[in-house]
């Protein structure tokens, strides 16, 4: 980390004009003046007047229009730049790419860099195939994911482990994830060829130490289940019971074992019993980036299609590191499938089991991009205001499944005690089904 000094010298500064705008549209401040953005803030110095500095991370979006520099800030205002002469480009480029520096340290994604920025032109489709940005830009090689770094426009990470298609077009290079989006990566000049050969050192590097904990957790699994399985579990995602006892009935029966030696197995026996078993869904890492170490294991229940005992609408979470001490200290986390007005036990189980799916599905990806840290989904929001949890709350507002889980969050149970756990659980489960408001969270 630099000096306090390095922190405050200037990238670049410009003369301008400025306009800072408030919520209700009324002028706040105005005038002639120089802009100087720091790698963490962006000050204006008014000719005569107070200096107005402006933390990179609060800017919500950095909108260009012609020759000016519209930026929403969190805080509901609106600066705008304007008269920046011929330093306007390299401002604009500068402005976007520090700030993105400070939202990719936030975004919790503290990783060791695999492979210095390519830069290269892009374009990224959604899952129906639509165009959703596309644009001049670097390409950058973390440990578990690959970062899309624009010009202008927001960044994109791709988790390793939702890569299931990578394809040479030509100089260009297209993959494919798992929830159907499409990245195209082109005119990376003489990089190409090296950074194809790091990413797949790099994505290899990953799968064998997968291998190499599925070995550790099942040492007699044979090689075509240790493949299938190793396919199924990466990178820490949840597996569904249907999934591993497709490839095998035992391994299933291992990871239960697993689960109760990290002191999980009252939790995870209780909860199995209200749950739908069949789409119980277990996942397991190792070496997590961060203060989590070691073996990490952790469950998901789906809970809902039994009107008669009064809960469902439900899928809860419990994680530990498996080191076989008691989860005392710990919680479990529990999320809506659904609306709760529009929830009801009577829809088509189909239906019912596709969300609990999908929902599985969601909570997975969530937890891979924030690496299984909980704090970010249950903390209310004034809690994050506070200076200790800014850098979850730029977290929030940047990764979507995790404000998703946001929004389903119910409640989380602490292991005060076996019988305290329990009768929490239970009253959780009821005032969920009880309650309309879907806005409303469980508290203890």
Not at 84 to 91: K, T, Y
Not at 322 to 336: D, H, I, P, V
Not at 407 to 424: A, C, K, T, Y
Request: charged residues 30%; hydrophobic residues 40%.
């Amino acid at each position: 980390m630099g000096s306090a000094e390095e922190e405050e010298k200037s990238t670049i500064d410009c003369p301008m004009s400025y306009a800072l705008i408030d919520e209700k549209g009324g002028q706040v401040a105005a005038g002639e003046g120089k802009g100087a953005i720091t790698r963490e803030y962006l000050t204006i110095s008014p000719k005569f007047g107070n200096i107005l500095p402006f933390h990179l991370r609060d800017i919500d979006e950095i909108i260009v229009e012609g020759y000016r520099i519209n930026l929403p800030l969190f805080s509901s205002e609106k600066l705008i730049l304007s008269n920046l002469g011929h330093c306007f480009e390299d401002f604009a480029r500068t402005l976007s790419y520090l700030r993105n520096e400070v939202i990719i340290s936030d975004l919790l994604m503290n990783e060791t860099i695999r492979n210095p920025d390519v830069e290269m032109e892009f374009a990224y489709l959604d899952e129906k195939g639509n165009e959703v940005q596309r644009g001049a830009g670097k390409v950058r090689l973390y440990e578990t994911g690959l970062l899309v770094i624009p010009q202008r426009g927001e960044i994109l990470r791709v988790p390793y482990g939702d890569v299931v298609g990578v394809s040479e077009e030509g100089h260009g290079v297209k993959i494919g994830t798992e929830f159907g989006e499409q990245f195209l990566f082109q005119k990376m000049g003489a990089e190409f060829d090296p950074f194809l050969r790091k990413f797949s050192d790099v994505q290899n590097e990953l799968r064998a130490k997968e291998v190499s904990s599925v070995k550790a957790l099942f040492p007699a699994i044979d090689s075509v289940s240790l493949r299938r399985v190793a396919a199924i579990v990466r990178e820490g995602k949840a597996a569904k019971r249907a999934e591993i006892e497709a490839i095998s009935p035992r391994l299933w029966q291992e990871l239960e074992k697993r689960i109760a030696s990290a002191g999980l197995n009252e939790s995870y026996t209780f909860l199995k019993e209200l749950g739908r078993q069949e789409r119980i869904a277990i996942g397991f890492k190792r070496g997590l980036i961060g203060d989590l170490t070691g073996e990490y294991i952790w469950f998901l229940v789906p809970i809902y299609g039994d009107s008669e005992k009064g809960y469902g609408n439900a899928l809860c979470m419990e994680a530990a590191e498996a080191t076989g001490e008691e989860a005392s200290g710990k919680a479990t986390y529990f999320f809506r499938m659904g609306s709760r007005k529009e929830y009801s036990v009577h829809e088509n189980a189909e239906q019912l089991d596709i969300g609990a799916d999908n929902l599985i599905k969601t909570v997975s990806r969530c937890m891979l991009d924030i690496n299984f840290r909980r704090e970010p989904i249950y903390l209310q929001d004034e809690v994050l205001n506070e200076p200790d949890y800014v850098k979850y709350r730029v977290a929030v507002r940047r990764i979507p499944s995790l404000g998703l889980l946001r929004e389903l969050f119910i409640g989380r149970v602490i292991h005060s005690s076996p019988e305290q756990w329990r009768n929490d659980v239970m009253d959780l489960l009821k005032f969920n089904m009880a309650t309309r408001d879907d806005s409303v969270k469980w508290r203890r």
